[in-house]
């Protein structure tokens, strides 16, 4: 039986998204079922580069969409330039995972829908045993004269998962302060010394080595799963600097009501049927892990993986925070680590350049 929604407002919706092929399958067949059961709806479905969903919504020069996907970090700055509706929370069919859920609130309200989430995590070759501390790698390499780790060194998204081990809150821009920034940042130096950690790594180096056999370990995310899985690589959390868990950062792709819906009752109720345990499953069974917490994770190591240790990350923080993450923050990891620049000095001059871009 189709849904009945009240008054005169319009039956469309156009929804902004990028999307693999896969997942846009997905979505094409959750629209196919909901307008069996509301034929008089029209919901069209437009692929928009991720880089410029935002800026576009922020700064409309045509018709903005009546839904779209973005992330989590987004959320402040849509809040307070007043381009998103809130959503109450009783309206919502589904139930998700609370650390998809939490993020996406602000003042007491609900301002987006989880749709699906990732971390980091420690690929590894099999025949070797994961690590639970960064100095277990120690051990591991003493009759190895080749590296053992790669990642994206100086992105201090992938630093901060080690970082993580070591902080009791959340992370703040006040963090470069720290002894346990500080401590972090000798041990990465250390390891690097040691050549536990290939040098001047990035996220495509470190995939090519993993993939051709010359490293044991890799971090990446879920998004890498598909580039990777052929050599059936086992997973595991995050080495810790100590004793705590690693806690790497929690990001959440979600889907974000417009301030120029004209229909809020037709989206929500679209936006129940797509991220309904149904579809949710099919993205888990594509290694995308979704957000509902009652979708099936099969027989995927990764997925459960995934879910399992959801419970020890740190969601990703928004607004202001962010630019200090992706450009002063990899700068301070560059000078400290590949340059070696006394620690107090790139301190300083982090300090100068937040003040320049009014962090």
């Known amino acids: 039986m189709g849904c009945s929604f009240s008054g005169d407002k319009p039956k469309n919706l156009t929804i902004w998204l990028e999307a693999s092929s896969k997942q846009f399958e997905i979505i094409k067949q959750a629209r196919s079922v909901f307008l069996k059961d509301n034929p008089d709806a029209i919901i069209v479905l437009k692929q928009v580069p991720f880089n410029t969903v935002k800026p576009l919504v922020l700064n409309p020069r045509e018709q903005a969409p009546d839904i779209f996907l973005g ?33 996406l609130i602000d003042n007491g309200e609900l301002w987006a829908i989880p749709y699906s989430f ?52 959340a992370f703040s821009k006040k963090v470069f302060e720290t002894s346990e920034m500080h401590e972090s940042i000798n041990s990465i130096k250390m390891l690097l010394d040691k050549k536990i950690i290939v040098k001047d790594c990035n996220s495509d180096i470190a995939r090519n080595l993993f993939l051709s056999g010359k490293i044991p370990y890799y971090i990446s995310g879920p998004w890498d799963i ?8 086992g997973i595991a959390p995050i080495p810790s600097l100590r004793n705590k868990p690693s806690k790497p950062f ?15 009752e037709l989206a929500i109720s679209f936006l129940n049927t797509l991220l309904d345990e149904r579809f949710q499953s099919e993205l888990s ?11 099936e994770t099969g027989k995927s190591i990764y997925m459960n993986f995934f879910f399992k240790n959801i419970k020890n990350t740190t969601a990703l923080p928004g607004g202001p925070i962010m630019k200090s993450i992706w450009s002063i923050g990899n700068a301070f990891l560059y000078r400290t680590i590949h340059d070696n620049m006394n620690y107090k000095k790139a301190l300083n001059l982090l300090k100068y350049e937040e003040k320049e871009n009014s962090i």
């Not at 992330?71 to 998809?100: A, G, H, M």
């Not at 501390?133 to 060194?153: A, E, M, R, T």
């Not at 929690?250 to 809020?264: A, E, P, V």
């Not at 069974?285 to 979708?295: L, Q, R």
Request: glycine residues 2%; proline residues 8%; charged residues 25%.
């Open 285 to 295: 069974e594509i290694n995308v892990p979704p957000a509902n917490i009652k979708a």
């Open 71 to 103: 992330v989590n970090d987004w959320l402040s700055e849509l809040v307070k330039e007043k381009r998103i509706l809130p959503i109450n929370k009783s309206s919502l069919k589904n139930e998700f995972y609370p650390q998809t859920i939490s993020p």
């Open 226 to 233: 598909e580039n990777i899985i052929d050599i059936s690589p």
């Open 250 to 264: 929690l990001g959440i792709k979600c889907f974000y009501i417009s301030k120029d819906c004209k229909n809020k």
């Open 118 to 169: 990732e971390y980091l995590a420690l690929f590894y070759n099999k025949k070797y045993i994961p690590p639970k501390k960064i100095i277990d790698f120690l051990s591991k390499n003493k009759d190895i004269n080749s590296p053992l780790l790669g990642y994206d060194v100086y992105n201090l998204y992938y630093h901060f998962a080690f970082l993580s081990s070591l902080l009791d809150g």
